[in-house]
Nanobody
Framework: QVQLVESGGGSVQAGGSLRLSCAAS????????MAWFRQAPGKEREGVAA???????DYVDSVKGRFTISRDNAKNTLYLQMNSLKPEDTAMYYC?????????????????WGQGTQVTVSS
């Protein structure tokens, strides 16, 4: 059974950093596509960063140069390093997984989701 458990969220001031983690189990982590999504109150869920089993990365324009997605296949863990955080980054952050994804920022492409971790950035 696929399980994804996020951690690392919290409250920081603008300009600060956080590192999110997503511990995965129940499937062949190293080969699956992984992604981070976020959802702010009253807004749709949006893709933030994605990484293929081969390590190819994608980012939404609003986080390029500030966020870095990575994966440790030995630990079955996905990470999101977030630097230079802005108040508009405030949201619940979710990790998502699927064997193959052609459009990494479409949430409907992912069958498996974690419970989310809250990130709050104050100005």
């Amino acid at each position: 059974q696929v399980q994804l458990v996020e951690s690392g969220g919290g409250s920081v001031q603008a300009g600060g950093s956080l590192r999110l983690s997503c511990a995965a189990s129940g499937y062949s982590f190293s080969t699956w596509y992984m992604a981070w999504f976020r959802q702010a109150p009253g807004k749709e869920r949006e893709g933030v960063a994605a990484i293929s089993g081969g390590g190819s990365e994608d980012y939404v324009d609003s986080v390029k140069g500030r966020f870095t997605i990575s994966r440790d296949n030995a630990k079955n863990t996905l990470y999101l390093q977030m630097n230079s955080l802005k108040p508009e980054d405030t949201a619940m952050y979710y990790c998502a997984a699927h064997p193959v994804v052609l459009r990494p920022f479409e949430s409907s492409r992912y069958n498996y989701w974690g419970q989310g971790t809250q990130v709050t950035v104050s100005s």
